[in-house]
């Protein structure tokens, strides 16, 4: 079926997605091009962690938020790591919990706020059920209730368009910087595209606040300023 599916005509898009800023809601179109491009950068980070076939991950997403969690499932794909999902509101935190308990979970994607904060009264308790997880990518809401709970606790950011993920040992969340531009601007992050996208962003305001970093390797390093996450 997939085979079958994958000689069926394209439509010229991969989709369209948006983010809300304040009051005002921002949409934009996404190119098969730069899409690939989006997981091959997700697999090139998740190459350096360490996780590779036989792992089992545990991502915690909500559909529409497919422009950003979708190159990861991709590059999980093709690094032979099985995955399990869930939703990210307290209604399905028990699913959440569930697989913890269950599976042999190395990673942990998008853990958010108010996951954490249905299961911590649950048993058994959330620090129990993270202390075998080697990663957790958890959202800012998130990263404070968890540091220490798991080998490794470090950012998932939905950066506007732009998606940042930790990387073990070190500070804040990495981004592509072949894609884009981080600035500051008015204590928030804005996001630019340096490569050719079917959206053109210019200095976009993401509605979170934070600060940027750049390394002499030419990475892209941003620091949280106290958030929530979307």
Not at 31 to 56: H, M, N, P, Q, Y
Not at 142 to 147: E, Q
Request: glycine share 10%.
């Amino acid at each position: 079926m997939t085979a079958a599916a994958a000689s069926l005509p394209r439509p010229p898009l991969y989709g369209i997605a948006g983010w809300q800023t304040g009051t005002e809601h921002i949409e934009y179109e996404i190119g098969w091009d730069e899409f690939e491009r989006d997981v091959d950068w997700a697999e090139s980070v998740l190459k350096e962690t360490g996780l590779r076939s036989g792992d089992i991950a545990l991502i915690t997403a909500q559909n529409c938020e497919g422009p950003w969690i979708g190159p990861v499932v991709r590059a999980l794909r093709r690094l032979g790591v099985t995955y399990a999902c869930a939703e990210v509101w307290s209604f399905d935190s028990r699913r959440t919990s569930m697989f913890l308990q269950q599976l042999p979970i190395r990673a942990v994607f998008g853990l958010c706020g108010d996951t954490v904060a249905a299961l911590e009264p649950e048993q058994p308790p959330i620090a129990e059920v993270l202390e075998n997880v080697d990663f957790v990518w958890a959202r800012p809401d998130a990263l404070a209730k968890v540091s220490g709970l798991a080998r490794e606790v470090m950012p998932f950011v939905l950066l506007g368009p732009v998606l940042g993920l930790g990387m073990p040992g070190q500070p804040g969340a990495v981004v592509n910087a072949g894609e884009w531009a981080v600035d500051s601007e008015k204590s928030q992050l804005v996001v630019s595209n340096v490569r050719d996208r079917a959206t053109t962003f210019d200095r976009a305001p993401t509605g979170i606040g934070g600060h940027v970093l750049s390394r002499a390797d030419g990475t892209i390093v941003i620091g949280l300023d106290d958030v929530e996450s979307r």
